[in-house]
C-alpha cells in the first residue's frame, strides 16, 4: 500500500524488465550448460566394487557438480541484470531516479563504475548459491537413504 501510494501501481513493477530479461537468459545458458555436461559424462570416481550407498553418493555428487557448473554460468552472465534489477527497486527507498529503464540503467552504470559495477556482489551470491545447492542435495540424500525406509 505504500509503494501503491508513492508511485503508484506502477512503483510495485520497478525492476520487471531486466528480471524478466535475467530469467530468460538464464534459463537458456542454465539449461544448455547442463545438457553439454550431461552430453561429457563424467567417468565415475569409485572403482568397480563399490557399495551401493557409494554409487549412489557418487551419482549424487556427479549431478550435483554438473547442476553447480550450470547455475554458477547463468548467475554469471545474468548477475548485470540482477544488479539493475536491484538497484531499480531500492531506489525508491531514497527516492532517486537514476534508474528508469533498462538501457538507460545499462549505461549508468557503465558511466558510473564501469564494467566491474555489473558484477558488484558475484562473489557472495555464487556462493550462496553454491553452497545452497550442495546442502540441499546432500541434506536430501541422506534423508532419502536414511531416514525413508523403502517399505
Known sequence: KHIIKIDGKAGLYKGLGPRLCAGAIGTVVHSKVLQKCQEKGTPQV????QKAAESSLQHVVNETTKEMVARSCATIITHPFHVI???CMVQFIGRETKYSGLFDSIVTVYREEGVLGFFAGLIPRLLAD???LWMCNLLAHVINTYAIDDT
Do not use: E, K
Open 46 to 49: 569409485l572403482g568397480g566394487q
Open 130 to 132: 553454491i553452497l545452497s
Open 85 to 87: 534489477t536491484l538497484r
